[in-house]
């Protein structure tokens, strides 16, 4: 963690954020315990509890908080907070990218290019923000210095070891690219199945719990056709 001290922050913004609805609230400390804990397929199924209970007008409490939320974030892990919070309420989609201006260069440049890549996967979740989203990355990434953009394994196109652990030939980016494909769908997967089970302990409307479960139909559909993607490229086709 990169604040010990955040902590009382983040306590202190999701307790002013009551009137915001008891979810976010009570969730406050949940969020915290699973991060604390690196829990992150919990912590992100919390988040988008609490994202998706703000109304499109609450575009500064979605800020407030996902400020909060990053200040005490593994700088590896911002940019599946910043997805997932966009996901779960993609009208505050614009709010939520504007609170990342306060993070560091590097970290902003892979919160932008996480988010870019969900994009061009779910294009009807982030499609207000996908003209502003360019810009952002464009300035982002004049502002990240070459040593920082080759030391990370976010932006070294060469790594052998891609994120499932998997040594892979730097000659397959294809290959590459679908392994981490399924990584992120796998991650997302277990956080839509988790966040149906939340819902449903809570007695959420059945129109939320339909919305849960064609989630998860639709990543079980993108994981076959990735699957079948790296069935292929593994067969040199």
């Known amino acids: 963690m990169r604040h010990t001290g955040c902590w009382a922050l983040l306590y202190m913004m999701f307790a002013f954020a009551a009137p915001l609805g008891a979810e976010v609230n009570d969730n406050g400390a949940a969020i915290s315990a699973a991060l604390t ?67 560091s260069e590097t970290e902003k440049l892979a919160i932008l290019n996480r988010v870019s890549f969900m994009a061009s996967r779910q294009p009807e979740s982030f499609n207000l923000v996908s003209q502003s989203l360019p810009k952002m990355l464009d300035s982002a990434d004049a502002n990240v210095s070459v040593s920082d953009r080759l030391t990370s394994p976010d932006y070294n196109p060469s790594n052998l070891l891609s994120e499932t652990g998997v040594m892979m030939s730097p000659n397959r980016p294809d290959l590459r690219q679908d392994r981490r494909e399924l990584q992120n769908d796998e991650q997302n997967l277990e956080i839509a199945e988790l966040k ?38 593994e067969q040199g086709h």
């Open 37 to 103: 804990n690196g829990k992150l397929s919990e912590a992100l199924a919390l988040i988008s509890q609490a994202f998706s209970a703000l109304k499109p007008d609450q575009a500064t409490e979605a800020k407030t908080l996902v400020k909060s939320i990053l200040a005490v974030t593994p700088i590896d892990l911002s940019g599946k907070v910043v997805v997932t919070a966009i996901e779960a309420n993609p009208s505050l989609g614009e709010a939520i990218l504007s609170a990342i201006s306060d993070t």
């Open 196 to 233: 149906l089970e939340v819902d449903r302990l809570e007695h959420k409307p059945e129109s939320v719990i339909d919305q849960d479960q064609k989630r998860i139909a639709e990543i079980k559909v993108q994981i076959k056709a990735v699957k079948k993607d790296i069935r292929q490229d």
